[in-house]
């Protein structure tokens, strides 16, 4: 239905919001009008769907949600529709156990071989779109996934080897099967918050995602596509772009103690190998405090742990699935604390070139504060090749409350170097505590382990190891310990085309 603006009660900052499509402020659709409640008890979804069709049809148009809380299975994007959460307005994910209805169902026929369930599928989702254009989701309001799961089966592949992380080896059958249930568990439930397959011109803005599910947003083979202004405090992955071009993310807040930040990928979830390509990640917070307490402003740090049993996670990470690669890539102007650092890596075949990581801040890096890895898990189809990393710039760096364990890496294969590596104005200051065997060790090569810092165990070195890598160039690297540590400071193994200058631990 068409409204005025009678009594719309969204505030001065959404009204503000409503020309990210122009053409869609000049009509709105109040959901109440369709028969939303808002109060919590009654199931709204239907009713906002209706709001939803209604505003599309008629050409475009705006969706509104006014204070109150709905309570909601999936919601269905379509084209030249902005959803607009008004101040006080909290879309809560509906639990199929407790509220007598189900999500949309996962896609079938999908082939789930080289990525897990929550990457193949999108309609199992609280909010979902597909092949949509024009379409916007912002205002001041919340998504709260209360009743989503995080879980979901792995992939198909059966290779085993790069499957999981090295630090999950000691767990039992019957603790996987506790993270990854079988596909059937999975029907009716919801596991991401957001998720979009294909489609072009979305804009996220202003919003909060509270407890997201596997990811709060999962955009798949998404073009032209802006996140800005957004908290993320969730159990799982927060925002999630795989096989996606022409994308910003800028100004979002993302603490995600159980899985990656803000990460890029490139998976084999639409059927063939694409490139992630033309990304900007820019002025963003990444975090592992314990799950909501960002939002609360509490920062508890009591969880250490994550669930693959290395320290929380949080960070900004390119991988694990890699089988299309990575190209122009800058991320810039960020700020990690109590998480891991910045993790680049293909592992799947995909060629990684043109990424440029500059003016970072990390405090308290639960694991490496910079890791690279080219692999050869090669999890695709027959014929998929090791791929390559080349053309990596990081610069203007400052890590410090490092983990010990874990130097910044550079590690590549013997017969595949990472190539063409710069690293300038570096600072990494860590706790230090490593002792005399340490240095001693001889890491293994481990070509298809999962990439994580943690697969090498404990380092040679403590500030900079580097392995199979061709074009290495270090400018202003500092480096210090907070206690000491008896292993040297840098180790470099098969290291060619090196440089180095104004680094005065050098030696």
């Keep these: 239905m068409l409204m005025s603006r009678r009594d719309v009660t969204l505030g001065v900052g959404a009204l503000l919001l409503l020309p990210v499509f122009p053409a869609h402020a000049a009509r709105h659709f109040d959901v109440r009008d369709h028969g939303a409640k808002g109060d919590g008890l009654a199931i709204d979804s ?50 199929p156990a407790r509220h007598g209805g189900r999500y949309d169902l996962p896609e079938a026929g999908i082939e789930q071989l080289y990525q897990d369930f929550g990457h193949s599928h999108w309609r199992n989702s609280l909010i979902w779109g597909e092949d949509v254009e024009q379409v916007a989701i912002i205002g001041s309001g919340m998504i709260h996934g209360i009743g989503l799961t995080r879980d979901g089966p792995g992939a198909r592949w059966k290779k085993q080897a790069g499957e999981r992380p090295l630090s999950m080896q000691g767990m039992s059958d019957a603790q996987i099967a506790e993270l990854e249930p079988a596909a059937a568990a999975m029907q009716g439930q919801g596991n991401k918050a957001i998720a979009l397959k294909n489609g072009r011109d979305i804009h996220l803005s202003g919003f909060t995602i509270v407890k997201g599910g596997h990811f709060a947003i999962l955009a798949t083979g998404t ?79 009591r969880q250490d ?64 504060p910079l890791f690279l890895r080219l692999g050869d898990r090669r999890r695709g189809p027959e014929g998929t090749g090791v791929g390559a990393i080349v053309g990596v710039t990081i610069r203007e760096v400052d890590a410090r409350g490092i983990d010990h364990r874990f ?29 005399a065997a340490d240095s001693a060790r001889v890491p293994d090569e481990l070509p298809d382990a999962y990439p ?37 400071p840098f180790a470099l193994e098969d290291v060619q085309r090196f440089s180095v200058r104004n680094t005065p631990l050098w030696r």
């Design 305 to 368: 742990i994550a669930p693959d049993r290395d320290r929380v996670t949080g960070r900004i990470k390119l991988g694990t699935e890699s089988n299309g690669g990575y190209r122009n890539v800058r991320i810039e102007d960020c700020r990690f604390t109590r998480c891991r650092g910045l993790a680049l890596e293909t592992v799947d075949g995909g060629v990684m070139e043109h990424v440029v990581a500059q003016r970072l801040t990390m405090r308290d890096v639960t694991t490496a």
């Design 46 to 95: 239907e009713a906002i769907n209706e709001a939803i069709a209604a505003a599309s049809r008629g050409g475009g148009g705006t969706v509104i949600l006014p204070r109150g809380r709905y309570l909601c299975f999936s919601i269905r994007l379509q084209s030249r529709v902005t959803l607009l959460l008004g101040e006080g307005a909290v879309i809560e994910a509906a639990d």
């Design 407 to 435: 130097p910044a890496a550079i590690a590549g294969l013997a017969g595949h170097p990472i190539r063409d590596v710069t690293l300038r104005d570096v600072h990494l200051a860590y706790r230090g505590g490593g002792t």
């Design 223 to 301: 073009r032209n596509l802006r996140i800005e202004g957004l908290t993320i405090d969730t159990e799982r992955d927060g925002i999630d772009l795989d096989c996606v071009r022409d994308v910003l993310v800028e100004r979002c807040r993302v603490n995600s103690p159980n899985d990656d930040g803000i990460v890029v990928k490139s998976s084999y979830a639409l059927g063939r190998a694409i490139a992630a390509e033309n990304i900007l990640i820019r002025d963003c917070d990444v975090s592992g405090y314990d799950m909501g307490s960002l939002v609360d402003g509490t920062r508890r740090t």
């Design 452 to 488: 994580e810092p943690s697969m090498f165990g404990v380092l040679p070195c403590w500030a900079l190891w580097a392995r199979h890598v061709d074009g290495l160039a270090i400018d202003r690297l500092t480096v210090e310990t907070m206690t000491p540590d008896r292993r040297p």
